[in-house]
């Protein structure tokens, strides 16, 4: 779900679903209307949509109904969730200048269902849970963003890294976690997303990363020895190249045309291995399912 509060308008909230599997590849964005948060201000309401979070705070439960798209699941933490400090990144020496705040649920098992264009599948499995606020507007934050979801029975590995406009010295923030047998066992900040080879996509004049390594490094955080993660993959399966424009109301579509010349979001759904080294211990392997996402905002 999208809540964006622009000026004097009122905000404006989306419903987006992506669907990949068993011979279907559709993505959904519904606009929503009579949007109300809870007291607490944790879960959220609005005509045919609701997402609530439960009294113990570590399941969600989401429903939506529309003519193309109905969802239906639950999501529910495995260990525990974090944040780096205080979740926030400040720009400049004044907070007042703007923010962007991040926290993750990194591993969380999955119960549900969804119905796509009249076609029902099952979405039960593991997944990642982001809650991201953008206290400025959108090109004055990055100019690229990377993340990362990748889920095996092992290891878990997250990354969400974005890279600041050349007006904030195009600063590299990385956030990132490391879930072992379903333990939340680092935090890092150590991390990077390297382009290994790219090709030019004509339409959008973007250098598209084709093979890319994420690479994590940071501390346990119960024994405080030193841990390190590498994926390194060719990106074959491209789900979806998203225009940004295209799926924002008109008003809003205005605004950042003026700012922003081609927003453009890649999506890629591979099956990857991860390598993982805790301390001096064996280096542990894992296959499993990789969500990899680039987004070029200008």
């Known amino acids: 779900m999208i809540h964006s509060n622009i000026g004097l308008w009122n905000p404006t909230i989306q419903f987006t679903s992506r669907f990949f599997g068993n011979g279907v590849n559709t993505f959904k964005s519904v606009n929503m209307s009579n949007f109300k948060l809870s007291p607490d201000r944790r879960s959220a309401n609005a005509n045919n949509m609701s997402i609530t979070l439960n ?12 003519k193309e798209l109905i969802v239906s699941f639950e999501f529910e933490r495995i260990d525990r969730g974090f944040k780096i400090g205080e979740g926030k990144t400040y720009f400049g020496q004044n907070k007042s200048t703007g923010f962007v705040e991040h926290k993750f649920w990194p591993k969380g098992n999955v119960k549900g269902n969804i119905v796509v264009d009249g076609q029902a599948f099952d979405v039960s499995g593991v997944g990642l849970f982001v809650h991201a606020i953008q206290g400025m507007r959108p090109h004055l934050i990055a100019s690229r963003w990377n993340f990362v979801n990748f889920q095996s029975d092992v290891t878990s590995l997250s990354m969400c890294e974005f890279e600041t406009t050349p007006h904030y010295g195009s600063k590299k923030i990385n956030q990132g976690s490391l879930v072992v047998n379903n333990k939340l066992v680092g935090v890092s900040v150590k991390n990077m997303a390297q382009f290994l080879e790219t090709s030019l996509d004509p339409e959008t004049k973007y250098d598209v990363p084709t093979k890319i390594k994420y690479t994590w490094e940071g501390r ?11 994926l390194e993959l060719k990106l074959d399966v491209l789900m979806d190249k998203i225009d940004v424009l295209n799926e924002v109301p008109y008003f809003l579509k205005k605004i950042v045309q003026a700012f922003v010349a081609k927003p453009y979001v890649y999506q890629w759904f591979n099956e990857a291995v991860a390598h993982v080294k805790i301390g001096d211990n064996e280096e542990l392997i894992a296959k499993g399912k990789l969500f990899s996402e680039c987004s070029f905002i200008s």
Not at 220 to 230: G, P, Q, R, V, W
Request: with cysteine; hydrophobic share 30%.
């Open 55 to 66: 009294p113990e705070c570590n399941k969600y439960t989401v429903n939506l109904t529309h």
């Open 220 to 230: 346990i955080l119960e024994t405080n020895e030193e841990f390190s993660a590498f």
